[in-house]
């Protein structure tokens, strides 16, 4: 048996399209969507991602802006911006490009930004909504892999899902996502014993812990939906994800491609989050 391929690119861009929609609806009500993204420093990857961001939001009609400041700017007067933003009613949706320079506490930072606009749905009362089934803004990656599982029609009650991976970014909201489906989720991490034998139980299988190959074959139950949320590099520099995707595709039931696969997902649903974010605020109290 070989997987089918669950294709991110080809969902987010029907996502993208669906975003564009509601976006001129809203414009021809007078509201223009609006995203301000900030990066602090400048790292390579970090500022890939900004541009990718920015440029999916203006291509569905989000006004977005990228502000760049040095590294050596200071936590108070990211702070300090980072209210502004919050206070201007013109800007729905605050994005943090991370990681942020030492010097600055992440932790104060996410939390400075209004929940109200807290796009990346990082903020503890997010975290918390989340916790509780409240509405407010999901993770997007974890977001985009529920979006996946969604896609192609996954039945999610009273099965045994593991994520490996216990990060406040992927694993911990991906497990609550799933818990809210009434699946049975396990969480696996670091100092699991034998997670073979958690993985093997599974019909679900989220890997996301940045360690390459760390789902093989042999711990993957013949059928089963795996979603590779790992992003880093094989010796040959190429892109490629957490599960050794080779592998495991002659044994899963479906399975994510990386690049292809989550990573368009997570961009996409931070539009979705931003459009959100605009349509509350314009709607009546």
């Given amino acids: 048996m070989t997987a089918q391929l669950i294709d991110g690119n080809a969902l987010a861009k029907k996502i993208r399209a669906e975003v564009s929609g509601r976006t001129e609806a809203l414009k021809a009500r007078g509201v223009q969507p609006a995203l301000a993204v900030i990066m602090v420093g400048d790292d390579p990857a970090s500022e890939v991602y ?38 201007d009613a013109a800007v729905h949706g605050i994005l943090v490009q991370l990681p942020i320079p030492k010097h600055m506490d992440t932790a104060k930072v996410i939390e400075t930004i209004s929940p109200a606009k807290d796009v990346d749905g990082f903020h503890i009362a997010s975290a918390g909504a989340l916790m509780v089934g409240q509405p407010g803004f999901w993770p997007c990656t974890p977001y985009g892999c529920m ?95 957490d599960v050794d995707f080779s592998g495991v595709k002659e044994v899963a039931g479906w399975i994510t491609p990386v690049p292809g696969g989550v990573g368009p997902m997570t961009r996409a649903m931070l539009l979705v989050n931003t459009l959100e974010a605009a349509e509350r605020a314009s709607s009546p109290r």
Avoid: W
């Fill in 50 to 87: 900004t541009r990718h961001k920015v440029n999916d939001s203006t291509e569905t009609g989000l006004a977005a802006t990228l502000e760049r400041y040095p590294a050596d700017m200071t936590e108070a007067a990211l702070l300090a911006r980072i209210r502004t933003l919050n206070a």
């Fill in 147 to 241: 979006k996946m599982l969604e896609s192609i029609g996954y039945e999610l009650r009273g099965k045994n899902a593991v994520v490996i991976g216990r990060s406040n970014i992927v694993g911990k909201p991906m497990a609550m996502m799933l818990l809210a489906k009434d699946a049975t989720v396990t969480i696996c991490h670091s100092r699991t014993r034998d997670l073979k034998a958690f993985t093997l139980q599974a019909d679900l299988v989220v890997a996301a812990v940045g360690k390459r190959n760390v789902l093989t074959a042999d711990m993957v139950k013949p059928g089963a939906v795996v979603i590779d949320v790992g992003m880093n590099r094989n010796d040959e520099g190429k892109l490629c994800g």
